[in-house]
Every structure is written in structure tokens, then in C-alpha cells.
């Protein structure tokens, strides 16, 4: 009976995941083209796609770039969400119910709305950001654009990620913070256990399941990051330059047309992922129920 109760859930998962990573992995070994677009047959080529994409050079300058992006902010988001949610809890209940609906409503914004925003806040032009820093006394920055280098352009980047991540990362590490024992807490703070060493002692590794998780989470979706990036880009003009993973399988495939290469690199990137998953799910399943 257990196992029939599961099939409904099972064939919905099957038809909107399975038959798409199916046919994904298909079409990595065929030549799929415009023509094939049209009905022309595919024709079977082997490991052809993916010795074209692994022998690309610019794919591992953007394998590199992306893997150094995703840490990055991901671990940014982490600090910056477990300080925030460490810091709720000593606010008053009024304060942090406030500030929690306030950091809701911020997540819940569509990405393309959040989009808008940060580029009306960096815009060369009329930008909040470079009056602000023109008014603080750095006058070299008046229409600066952030757009045209891929330093400031990955700047902006990872500002947004962190942004739009920071809220779930927030919730989560409050939710578990507020489950531990607070005479735990107490009995720390007696024994003279300064607000870092309770962190490292006491709260650490109480909510390590849920860190973990999170940082897991945050890895896998700053490794597929894609909107953000299409979208920025459509504001300067090196696009080779600030490539990620996300935009090189778009760029290839729909831009290109080279439907069989985009499929193997977007299997390269499953692959990548399922392998920095595994770490982690490997922890989790240590930790005692």
C-alpha cells in the first residue's frame, strides 16, 4: 500500500524531471541542430559533443569563473544570513517579526523586478550608487559604469545573488536557532562563553543539519546561476567575459544553434553538481537522527 500511495508522486516527478534529463542526455550524444529543428534526423556522434566542448578553451575559463563565483557568494550568503539570523534573536519579538516580513517580501520579488532595480541603482547615468559614492567624496565615479569591466560587473552580480539568497538563509538559521535549549545557552554564558564561543560550541554544531542543507542549496543554485547573468550582460558588452555556466549552455545552444554541445555541457554541469552534492549528502547522512 506504501508503495502504490507513492506512484502518483513518483510519474509527476518522472514526466517533469525524467523524460527532460532523459532527452538531455540523448541529444549530448547526437549531432542536434537547426537542421534536426526542422525534422531532419539526428545522427548519432558519440562522445563528438562533449570532445568539443571539454576542448573549448573558453568553456574551462568559464568552468573556472563559475566555480570561484559560486563559492564565493555562497559563503558570503552564509555569513551574511547566519549573522543576520543571530542577530534576530536578540531583537524583541515585534522587532524580528517586522524585520523577517520586510526580508519575506524582499525573496518573494520576481527576479526580473529585482533586476530592474539593481540596474537602475548602478546605471552610469542616473544611478543611486555612483551620486552616493560621487557624495562621499569620490568624484572619480560620477557615471562610472559597472557594466563594463568584468570586475564591477561580477560585483554587481554577486551583489544581486547574495541579495536575493540571503532572506531563505535568514529564515532557515533562525528557525533552528530558536529550537535550541535556551538553558543550554544559559549555562554557556555562566561558565563566561562570550557570544563567539557560544557560536562555536554551542549553536554551531546544534544547527549543523541546517547549515549544511543551506549551504548545499545555495552551492547548487549559484553553480546554475543564469537570469541574473543574461540579463546584466544585456547592459555592456563583454559577454565573453562574464560568462558562467548557465549562459555558455544558452549561448551554445539557442544562440548557437548547436543544440548536441549545449546538451553536454549542461550534462557536464549535472555532473559537477551532483558531485559537490554528494560531500554533502554524505555528511548529512552521518548526522543521528
Not at 529543428?37 to 545522427?43: H, M, S
Not at 555562497?74 to 555569513?79: G, H, P, R, S, Y
Request: aromatic letters at 12%; one cysteine or more; glycine letters at 8%.
Amino acid at each position: 500500500m506504501a508503495a502504490l500511495l507513492l506512484v502518483p508522486a513518483v510519474a509527476v516527478v518522472a514526466l517533469a524531471l525524467g523524460y527532460p534529463l532523459v532527452r538531455q542526455v540523448v541529444m549530448s550524444f547526437q549531432q542536434f541542430g537547426l537542421a534536426q529543428q526542422f525534422g531532419q534526423p539526428p545522427a548519432f556522434v558519440g562522445l563528438d559533443n562533449f570532445t568539443t566542448v571539454l576542448s573549448d578553451p573558453s568553456f574551462w575559463a568559464v568552468l573556472g569563473r563559475s566555480v570561484g563565483f559560486c563559492f564565493v557568494v555562497a559563503l558570503l550568503t552564509m555569513v551574511v544570513g547566519t549573522a543576520g539570523a543571530l542577530l534576530l534573536t536578540a531583537c524583541s519579538r515585534p522587532v524580528a517579526v517586522s524585520v523577517q516580513v520586510v526580508m519575506l517580501l524582499a525573496w518573494a520579488m520576481p527576479v526580473l523586478s529585482s533586476l530592474q532595480v539593481f540596474q537602475w541603482m548602478f546605471d552610469s547615468r542616473s544611478g543611486v550608487v555612483d551620486w552616493a559614492l560621487v557624495q562621499a567624496g569620490f568624484g572619480s565615479m560620477a557615471g562610472y559604469n559597472w557594466f563594463s569591466t568584468p570586475v564591477a560587473f561580477f560585483f554587481v552580480a554577486g551583489l544581486l545573488v547574495t541579495w536575493m539568497s540571503v532572506p531563505l538563509v535568514v529564515f532557515m538559521v533562525y528557525a533552528a536557532v530558536t529550537q535550541i535549549d535556551t538553558s543550554v545557552l544559559e549555562a554557556a554564558a555562566l561558565d563566561g562563553a562570550g557570544p563567539a564561543q557560544a557560536f562555536r560550541h554551542v549553536i554551531a554544531p546544534s544547527i549543523a543539519p541546517v547549515l549544511a542543507l543551506v549551504s548545499l542549496l545555495e552551492i547548487i543554485w549559484d553553480l546554475r546561476v543564469f537570469t541574473q547573468f543574461h540579463v546584466l550582460q544585456s547592459n555592456g558588452g563583454i559577454t565573453e567575459q562574464t560568462n558562467v555556466l548557465g549562459t555558455y549552455v544558452y549561448q551554445v545552444g539557442l544562440a548557437g544553434g548547436n543544440y548536441g554541445a549545449a546538451s553536454a555541457a549542461a550534462l557536464i554541469l549535472l555532473l559537477l553538481t551532483l558531485a559537490i552534492s554528494a560531500r554533502y549528502i554524505a555528511l548529512l547522512l552521518k548526522e543521528p537522527a
